[in-house]
């Protein structure tokens, strides 16, 4: 109830938003609250943040930058998973082959040898430029795991849920520093990866970010 009524706040803004990242989080929330009530006056809303969408990646992208701006900063992932998610509610295929082609893209980019690396907080990764390793956030690798199974539910494709194991397993020291980011014995998560060693600090953001990881 306490989560119903905070959306029924936020809702009237959303038409408002202009920055892609809020409009692709705003996607998630509307399609697991459809999942709830099946209320279809939410489709249309669906449809026009998910058509913004498209319409950034076909103005940004080109044949060697599959990707909807340019630059990779953090959650990234949580675009193309938008369109996964329009597409499983709305069967357009635009969202689907946008959403395949970004993540694919992405995917190429931050699994490396069977291993996520995300792009790093460091610098990010500039269009033509040199991405950069360090410092990874776990809430990259939990977005990650989320549209692993976001796309492997939208295609039935079994290898992207093997995408979102090793993306997983990145919580557990299959990364770049062969290091532990999930606590087992506090029970919380280090704040991400620097070249040397993990953040020590358990912030709630990385916490919650393995727990959710952890349950989808």
């Excluded at 990242?21 to 709830?36: N, V």
């Excluded at 990010?124 to 410092?135: H, I, N, Q, S, T």
């Excluded at 290898?159 to 999930?182: P, S």
């Amino acid at each position: 109830k306490k989560a119903e009524k905070l959306l029924k706040k936020a809702k009237p803004r959303i038409n408002d938003l202009e920055n892609m990242r809020a409009k692709a989080f705003s996607i998630t929330g509307l399609y697991y609250y459809y999942q709830k009530n099946k209320n279809r006056s939410l489709l249309p809303m669906i449809k026009k943040l998910a058509n913004s969408l498209v319409k950034e990646y076909k103005e940004n992208s080109s044949h060697d930058w599959e990707w909807f701006e340019e630059r990779l900063t953090y959650s990234n992932s949580k675009l193309p998973e938008a369109l996964f998610l329009a597409y499983r509610l709305t069967k357009e295929k635009k969202y689907l082959e946008v959403a395949e082609k970004t993540f694919n893209f992405l995917s190429d980019i931050v699994f490396i040898d069977d291993e996520l690396l995300p792009v790093g907080q460091d610098g990010w990764f500039e269009k033509g430029g040199e991405r950069a390793l360090f410092d990874q956030q776990p809430i990259d690798a939990a977005t990650m795991v989320q549209t692993c199974l976001a796309a492997y539910n939208a295609t039935n494709d079994h290898h992207y849920y093997e995408k979102a194991v090793l993306a997983f397993n990145w919580f557990l020291g299959r990364n770049k520093l062969k290091q532990n980011v999930y606590n087992e014995s506090t029970g919380g998560c280090f704040d991400g990866l620097t070249k040397s060693s993990p953040n020590l600090n358990q912030g709630a953001e990385s916490t919650i970010s393995y727990l959710l990881a952890r349950l989808m």
